[in-house]
């Protein structure tokens, strides 16, 4: 084999493995537009599912999908005031953050099995 053709084999065996890295795959859910909340799974081992709940919903993530996403973005909507909770189910343990919002507010989270952490809590209107 030429250098050349050594070259392209392997340029093309690294962009066919960069485009199955998962690595900025978001997933979308929610239903509105007031508020948005980023949530990055840092590990997502031994994490069963993960609840948002906002106004009486629920939005449930399971593990499958779980293992094809590293960061979840849950938009609802939130006239006036409002709370929302996002809830990590683990092996072992239930742990769950409640925030305050209004609408123009963008939080941003991460979380493990064992702890969920707030990155910035940001109302974008003020």
């Known amino acids: 084999m030429t ?8 340029f093309t065996i ?4 960069s485009c199955k890295n ?5 997933l979308y859910i929610g239903k509105g537009e007031d508020v948005k909340v ?3 799974v840092w590990n997502n081992k031994d994490i069963e599912k993960i609840d948002f ?13 779980l293992s094809q996403y590293n960061e979840i973005s849950y938009s609802f909507n939130c006239k006036g005031e409002g709370t929302f909770s996002v809830c990590v189910y683990s092996n072992s ?6 925030h ?12 493990t099995a064992n702890q969920i952490n707030t990155e910035d809590h940001t109302g974008l209107s003020y």
């Open 100 to 111: 305050y919002v209004e609408s123009g507010y963008h939080v941003k989270l991460n979380c």
């Open 14 to 17: 690294i962009t066919l493995i």
């Open 53 to 65: 709940i906002s106004n009486g919903d629920i939005d449930v993530v399971l593990k499958e999908k």
């Open 22 to 26: 998962n690595s900025n795959n978001i």
């Open 3 to 10: 250098t050349s053709k050594i070259l392209l084999f392997t």
């Open 38 to 40: 980023t949530l990055e």
């Open 93 to 98: 343990d239930t742990i769950c953050s409640e």
